[in-house]
């Protein structure tokens, strides 16, 4: 009788560790920093079910440098609207870092897209282009 090692999958049920299946896709981690309480709330939902994980949304990009280095989200995405001087440089100074999230800029006046470049962005979306497939693509990481 051959002896076959068990495993257990995250469920918790025994599988053969001999069994090929890979393992789901690990979730996109966003971190999403908007004034606007309803787009915070629309993209979080978009997002979500699009099987990306929002790990914050926050309001203010005051404490958000601190909240991206406790939960080292793929992707941070920023509203730059609002914001031109204080989320560029929020962007910049991510960027630069050892193993920084990848910077999404996003805002509702395409013209903020040159902005985009100066600040080490990885990508600029117009805030009605969001979707869970393009922030996938800026952290290089499959949907889960």
């Given amino acids: 009788m051959k002896d076959t090692a068990l495993a257990h999958s995250a469920s918790g049920n025994p599988r053969a560790a001999s069994d090929t299946t890979e393992p789901a896709a690990q979730q996109v981690r966003v971190l999403i920093l908007d004034p606007h309480a309803s787009f915070r709330y629309a993209s979080k939902a978009l997002l979500q079910a699009e099987g990306l994980a929002v790990v914050a949304d926050l309001e203010r990009w005051e404490g958000a ?68 497939d393009a922030i996938a693509q800026a952290a290089g990481k499959p949907r889960s």
């Fill in 65 to 132: 440098e601190d909240v991206a280095t406790a939960l080292r989200p793929d992707v941070l995405l920023i509203d730059v609207s609002p914001w031109q001087t204080e989320g560029l440089e929020l962007a910049r100074r991510l960027s630069v870092r050892a193993e920084p999230p990848a910077i999404v800029l996003m805002s509702a006046s395409p013209s903020d897209a040159i902005l985009a470049a100066s600040a080490g962005a990885d990508l600029f979306l117009d805030k009605a282009g969001i979707t869970a």
